[in-house]
């Protein structure tokens, strides 16, 4: 998908169109309620789907809308909720539903209302009885690009300025089976660690883990001040909020460390003609983790789901497959030998005399296990792993 961007000058048109797609969301979220109530509050994909194709029959033509762009807002409110469950299902569970009234929303234009006028003038429909919103193009605008590529147009406000979006659909193609395939560990010292069947690369993991301390000790202080004051006092409010605030600060440091590693890594991938990444899954099979880990061990969980988000969009855009698979077994068995032991500290060492970095050994086994090779020996010898690390500046404390 490419986007390009076209400034427009405030109109009360644009309000009302933003704002009507607003009103459409707000009823989206009621429709919700009231089919909850009436079949018990039940919550789940199944039911989801059904009471989508319910909504899409109750929602009013009441707004000076396309069709297509009421139909829109329904499926991105649904997109949403699979989205939090997505997140619940990794451990975040913080994520929410979409609950939130909006006066405006951007409003979606697809393919059947968009018209180009000549080349310089664009017609965006709004159904019929409603003004059409007409647009002047600039002079290096490509309609007949624009024309074959069009996927949809979207009217988006952002501080201040209204603008319209062109999205075009250029997607490669997915790539064939026969290119390289990746394996890749996600573990909590390094955040991903590769391998492509010759070379290792050690994503490393310093500055996110100490991003992690940070965020436990900001906890543990404030913790403690809080628990000093009375309950919904003045200064417990204050400092809640305090506390809360510095938090989200370190969350979004580690979500950009982490976009910023998978950015990397992507594009290692396409300049190494990979057409497969292969992502092993840690969910459930730690289960055996003492208690006192259980926080952090949620903060990884979320960071893996995170993970595996942000590389199965960035590599889709690149037409490179992800899959994910069980990784059990991967982190023990010896690649050399194929037998299994458990590694015990970060350097895999095997008695049959093999011995690499343990997070690299994991990748090694998931590409083997993608391709049902897992136990077998892997002939070659492993170059010894490559490190990328962060150039971030370290966050003040
Ligand atoms: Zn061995």
């Known amino acids: 998908m490419r986007t390009r961007k076209l400034k427009l000058s405030y109109t009360i048109?644009?309000?009302t169109l933003n704002a009507g797609t607003g009103s459409v969301w707000v009823e989206c979220l009621r429709l919700k309620d009231t089919w909850d109530y009436a079949h018990g509050y039940r919550t789940g994909g199944g039911v989801d789907c059904s009471c989508e194709l319910w909504m899409d029959k109750q929602l009013s033509k009441s707004q000076p809308l396309h069709s297509q762009s009421i139909q829109e807002v329904r499926s991105r409110y649904f997109k949403n909720r699979k989205g939090f469950r997505k997140l619940r299902k990794n451990g975040d569970k913080k994520a929410k539903p979409p609950y939130r009234d909006k006066t405006f929303q951007t409003t979606t234009w697809k393919k059947s209302a968009i018209r180009f006028i000549g080349n310089r003038k664009l017609r965006l429909s709004n159904g019929q009885g409603n003004e059409p919103l007409y647009v002047k193009l600039p002079k290096n605008f490509d309609v007949q690009y624009a024309i074959a590529h069009i996927a949809i147009v979207?009217?988006?406000?952002?501080?201040?300025?209204?603008?319209?979006?062109f999205v075009y659909g250029?997607?490669?193609?997915?790539?064939?089976?026969?290119?390289?395939?990746?394996?890749?560990?996600?573990?909590?010292?390094?955040?991903?660690?590769?391998?492509?069947?010759?070379?290792?690369?050690i994503f490393n993991g310093r500055y996110i883990r100490s991003l992690y301390r940070l965020r436990n000790k900001v906890i543990a202080s404030y913790g403690k001040k809080i628990d000093r004051c009375k309950r919904h006092s003045k200064r417990w409010w204050y400092l809640v909020k305090r506390k809360w605030r510095y938090i989200k600060k370190i969350d979004n440091q580690i979500g950009d460390g982490l976009h910023k590693h998978t950015t990397e890594f992507v594009k290692l991938c396409e300049s190494g003609s990979i057409g497969t990444i292969v992502i092993g899954d840690l969910t459930g099979i730690r289960d055996n983790i003492d208690y006192g880990k259980r926080a952090n061990q949620k903060l990884h969980q979320w960071a893996f789901g995170k993970v595996t988000q942000l590389i199965s969009y960035k590599a889709k855009a690149l037409g490179i497959k992800v899959e994910v698979i069980d990784e059990s077994y991967t982190s023990q068995t010896c690649p050399s030998c194929g037998k299994r032991h458990k590694p015990n500290n970060r350097e895999y060492t095997c008695k049959c005399?093999?011995?690499?970095?343990?997070?690299?050994?994991?990748?090694?086994?998931?590409?083997?296990?993608?391709?049902?090779?897992?136990?077998?020996?892997?002939?070659?010898?492993?170059?010894?792993?490559?490190?990328?690390?962060?150039?971030?500046?370290?966050?003040?404390?």
């Not at 790539?175 to 395939?181: A, T």
Request: negative net charge; contains cysteine.
């Open 13 to 15: 048109q644009l309000e």
């Open 154 to 165: 979207e009217l988006v406000y952002d501080k201040g300025q209204y603008s319209l979006h």
């Open 170 to 201: 250029v997607e490669k193609a997915l790539k064939s089976d026969g290119e390289g395939i990746v394996g890749v560990d996600i573990g909590e010292i390094h955040p991903m660690v590769s391998h492509n069947g010759v070379d290792t690369v």
């Open 353 to 397: 005399g093999f011995t690499y970095h343990r997070d690299g050994v994991g990748a090694i086994n998931i590409r083997q296990k993608y391709l049902g090779h897992l136990g077998v020996p892997v002939a070659a010898a492993m170059a010894p792993p490559v490190g990328i690390r962060l150039e971030v500046p370290r966050c003040s404390a």
